[in-house]
T-cell receptor
Framework: GNSVTQMEGPVTLSEEAFLTINCTYT??????LFWYVQYPGEGLQLLLK?????DKGSNKGFEATYRKETTSFHLEKGSVQVSDSAVYFC??????????????FGKGTKLSVIP | DAGVTQSPTHLIKTRGQQVTLRCSPK?????VSWYQQALGQGPQFIFQ???????QRGNFPDRFSGHQFPNYSSELNVNALLLGDSALYLC??????????FGSGTRLTVV
């Protein structure tokens, strides 16, 4: 079955530091890949996505590239801010279309950014 | 434009009781999915409703059931509550064009 493995946290960084959160996956076929962010007391927000190999998703300074050869989708940001403190989830779906797919999530990585 | 609305936000139930959680989808969305997020874990797919029928189901026991109404809103019912059912329950709505929009969740505590 499908599975997602992401680096365990918590991760603590100083403001303006470089961020990498590793994510690897196991799936049949050609999944779509996602990064979601969860702020305290809130639901999940889509941060970025990629639907095919070599696609790069980007949003708010975050980037991730769909690497089929290494089955990875690592999240990066060049300069983190205190406001980036949250829990980050890597996820995949086995359906590239909207609406009818189900998501398989990793366990999440808690990021704390200190001033 | 209202997003996904879930109620209640918090709930405390006793082991063995039954609970109903509610979800109103984002305007224009016709599909509702439910996820269970245990503390410190990623969300796990429970089931998805479309056209008032269960379209997909994850690996959850029959104690978990749902319903979708003609206005696309949905309920999640859990019978014979166990301590292990304590979690954040997330509802997400979608349609054929959009990806998921998640609600803020219902925090269920079973004591």
């Amino acid at each position: 079955g499908n599975s997602v493995t992401q680096m365990e946290g918590p991760v603590t960084l100083s403001e303006e530091a470089f961020l990498t959160i590793n994510c690897t996956y196991t799936a049949t076929g050609y999944p779509s890949l996602f990064w979601y962010v969860q702020y305290p007391g809130e639901g999940l927000q889509l941060l970025l996505k990629a639907t095919k190999a070599d696609d790069k998703g980007s949003n708010k300074g975050f980037e991730a590239t769909y690497r089929k050869e290494t089955t990875s989708f690592h999240l990066e940001k060049g300069s983190v801010q205190v406001s980036d403190s949250a829990v980050y989830f890597c996820a995949l779906s086995d359906h590239s279309g909207a609406g009818s797919y189900q998501l398989t999530f990793g366990k999440g990585t808690k990021l704390s950014v200190i001033p | 434009d209202a997003g996904v609305t879930q109620s209640p936000t918090h709930l405390i139930k006793t082991r063995g009781q039954q609970v109903t959680l509610r979800c109103s989808p984002k305007s224009g969305h016709d599909t509702v999915s439910w996820y269970q997020q245990a503390l410190g874990q990623g969300p796990q797919f429970i089931f998805q409703y479309y056209e008032e029928e269960e379209r997909q189901r994850g690996n959850f026991p029959d104690r978990f059931s749902g319903h979708q109404f003609p206005n696309y809103s949905s309920e999640l019912n859990v019978n014979a509550l166990l301590l292990g059912d304590s979690a954040l329950y997330l509802c997400a709505s979608s349609n054929d064009r959009d990806g998921y929009t998640f609600g803020s969740g219902t925090r269920l505590t079973v004591v």
